[in-house]
Nanobody, 124 residues
Framework: QVQLVESGGGLVQAGGSLRLSCAAS????????MGWFRQAPGKEREFVAA????????YYADSVKGRFTISRDNAKNTVYLQMNSLKPEDTAVYYC?????????????????WGQGTQVTVSS
């Protein structure tokens, strides 16, 4: 089992940047593929990005491709989401998730462990 804690959310103006962090504790972090999801008010949770256990391969939703970057530091048990050129429609609660089956797809059911989320608000 792994426990996940997100941080780094906040209020930023459109065009600005934020870096989210997700610290993991518990079983070996590098056994898990990791993902970021987000949920805006009144909307379903949606996939943002994912990264393989090695960090070699990354995947992105079309809506964030070219603006967001997912990365991980297995020595620090941490996964990051660098968010640039933020837009008001990026406003949401952002969640990190861990997959023990190396799944890196967009289906939230493929991830077993979830953090509590961190709020990101982008003002226009």
């Amino acid at each position: 089992q792994v426990q996940l804690v997100e941080s780094g959310g906040g209020l930023v103006q459109a065009g600005g940047s934020l870096r989210l962090s997700c610290a993991a504790s518990g079983r070996a972090f590098n056994n898990y593929a990791m993902g970021w999801f987000r949920q805006a008010p009144g909307k379903e949770r949606e996939f943002v990005a994912a990264i393989t256990w090695s960090g070699i391969s990354t995947y992105y939703a079309d809506s964030v491709k070219g603006r967001f970057t997912i990365s991980r530091d297995n020595a620090k048990n941490t996964v990051y989401l660098q968010m640039n050129s933020l837009k008001p429609e990026d406003t949401a609660v952002y969640y990190c998730a861990a997959s023990p089956t190396y799944y890196t797809g967009s289906n939230s059911n493929g991830y077993r462990y979830w953090g509590q989320g961190t709020q990101v608000t982008v003002s226009s």
